[in-house]
Structure formats: C-alpha cells, structure tokens
C-alpha cells in the first residue's frame, strides 16, 4: 500500500492544492499525489524548462505554472489570480554544497528556502482563511543536524521548524493550521551522488532505522494527512520521514 492507497480515492475531491517547487522529484510526487487523492493541483516551478519537463513526467491533470518565489510582486499577483486555495505546500528548495560560505549564495539559499516560505504563505493566507484550510512547509532532517558543506542550507531547514510554530499561533486564531515534514535521504536527483555510489549508498541506508533510503513516495502520505481533516487538530509541527536516521 502507498502513500495514496492508503487514503480514500476521494479524500481532497474540490479541494485546491498549490504545490510550489513540484516540478521535480519530491514536489511532483506530492503534486501527483494530491491529484490522487481528487484535488485541484497547481505546481509551480522556476522555469519553464522545468515546467515542460514535468508536464511530460505526469499523467495526472496537473496545472504547471512559473513562479520565482523570490520576487515578492510575482507572488502576490499570484495568488491574487486564485478564486480559492485549501492548501499551499512550500516544497521549493536548494542547496549548493561546497558554495554556500560565500555571502551571495548563502543570502540566495536562504531567500529560496527560507524567506519564501513565509513570502508565500502570507500571500495564500486570505484565501485559506476563508476555506479553513492548511500549510505544509518542508524542513529537513538537517533540521536536527548539521552539514558543513551546506551551512545555510542547514539555517534555513532549522527556520523552516521554528516559523511553521510561529505561523501555526499567528494563523490558528483563524482556523488555519501550518505543519513542516522534515524529510531525511531520498532517492532524488539533488542526492543521486549519495545514492549512486554503492558505498556511501550502503553506510547511510544502514544509520536509518528501516535499513533502506526513502522515495519520494515516502512523503505523500504524511502530507495528505496533515491536509485532511484526520488532522484537524494537528499544528505547529515538525513529523521527521526519514526512516529513523537522525535520531540513529
């Protein structure tokens, strides 16, 4: 059984979901598995490279549109062009190993990681006030540890954890509830070096607790959960999918 089976086929049937940074791996799983579940998806990626790339990945009936969650006006216009929102998953991230001690990159990652989390949220907050709705933001197992090759990187997953308890007080006087997934080692492309090398493949499957590295698989079915009213009185936090490896 996977993340979507799980679940009633109709779980999110008229519900409108924005996946931002779903045009790849981890974010068009969860897009592909909202569209499952019955939603209305919109993905979101930052080219349109990406965007075509992704519409050939799928055979869900995913909107994909161009959005640079740095650019705060293009945010806003955004979400202003929306009639409705239940749900906003701020799937969007990078990192630049080795790089990111020099200012500019660390500045830049942060901006994408972090500021756009809140950038977003706060543009989707009018619309999913009035439909009660929810938040997702993704942290990482970084969160709880640390990588000297990726320093903001690893700032930014650590914010994510601390503004999704923020936002969850500011937003929940209204009825709207905000979570974090911290994801751990997935099989994706930002990780292929990991994965694709038999031994540093082997030593981080055996620190988890399952034995094995994660799909993008993995994380759908939490966050359908987090968004469906099983959760109605989950907020404010942080569910660790990683197969047990940070507390290994």
């Known amino acids: 059984m996977d993340g979507v089976t799980a679940f009633a086929p109709d779980l ?122 929810s938040i997702v933001n993704f942290a990482s197992m970084l969160s709880y540890l640390a990588d000297e090759s990726v320093p903001s990187y690893t700032a930014s997953k650590t914010g994510i954890v601390g503004l999704t308890r923020a936002m969850a007080h500011k937003y929940g006087r209204d009825g709207v509830r905000v979570n974090a997934v911290a994801p751990g080692y997935h099989r994706t492309e930002m990780t292929k070096a990991l994965w694709s090398v038999a031994k540093s493949e082997q030593k981080i499957a055996e620190r988890s607790a399952l034995k094995r590295w994660g799909t993008t698989e993995d994380l759908v079915g939490p966050i359908l959960f987090l968004c469906s009213n099983a959760a109605a009185f989950v907020t404010g936090v942080t569910i660790p999918v990683d197969g047990g490896y940070h507390v290994g």
């Open 12 to 133: 999110l049937k008229e519900k409108m979901v924005v996946v931002s940074g779903g045009t790849s791996g981890i974010g068009l799983a969860v897009a592909n598995g909202f569209a499952a579940a019955g939603a209305t998806v919109i993905a979101t990626g930052s080219s349109q490279q990406r965007l075509r790339d992704a519409r050939g990945e799928t055979t869900r009936p995913i909107r994909f549109e161009q959005l640079d969650v740095r650019d705060g006006a293009a945010v806003e216009a955004f979400f202003g062009g929306l009639d409705s929102l239940d749900v906003l998953v701020n799937c969007q991230g990078i990192a630049r190993p080795d790089n990111e001690w020099n200012e500019e990159i660390f500045l830049d990652v942060m901006d994408v990681n972090l500021n756009s989390a809140m950038r977003l949220s706060r543009a989707a907050f009018p619309l999913l006030k009035r439909s009660g709705g």
